[in-house]
């Protein structure tokens, strides 16, 4: 399985960006998707997660800003909508899915947050 994660850019403080996650091969409806970030000397933290049942959990430092979602028509493909980005959301965010108990990652995509 590849993942194709796209959408990182250069973004002003308040402003909004649309992460995509594309996996290859077979869609399950098992799949569940992570979004992580990171940043230079700090470890890789879990920004969402959405599982195959469609619930939704987002870090405290997110919430209210972001949303997880799985596209309803082409089920290979996830979001992470970013709304008031701040500058300490910079970082190289990854998207990771689970699928059929193996976990494949992203190459990563980054997001700069700055005026």
């Known amino acids: 399985v590849q993942l194709q994660a796209s959408g990182g850019g250069l973004v002003q403080p308040g402003g909004s960006l649309r992460l995509s996650c594309a996996a290859s091969?077979?869609?399950?409806?098992?799949?569940?998707m992570a979004w992580f970030r990171q940043t230079p000397g700090k470890e890789r933290e879990l920004v969402a997660i959405?599982?195959?049942?469609?619930?939704?959990?987002l870090g405290d430092s997110v919430k209210g800003r972001f949303t997880i979602s799985r596209d309803k028509e082409a089920k290979n493909i996830w979001y992470l909508q970013m709304n008031s980005l701040q500058p300490e959301d910079t970082a190289v965010y990854y998207c990771r899915l689970l699928r059929r108990g193996g976990y494949y990652w992203g190459q990563g995509t980054l997001v700069t947050v700055s005026s």
């Open positions: 959405i599982f195959s049942s469609g619930n939704t959990n």
């Open positions: 091969g077979s869609s399950f409806a098992s799949d569940s």
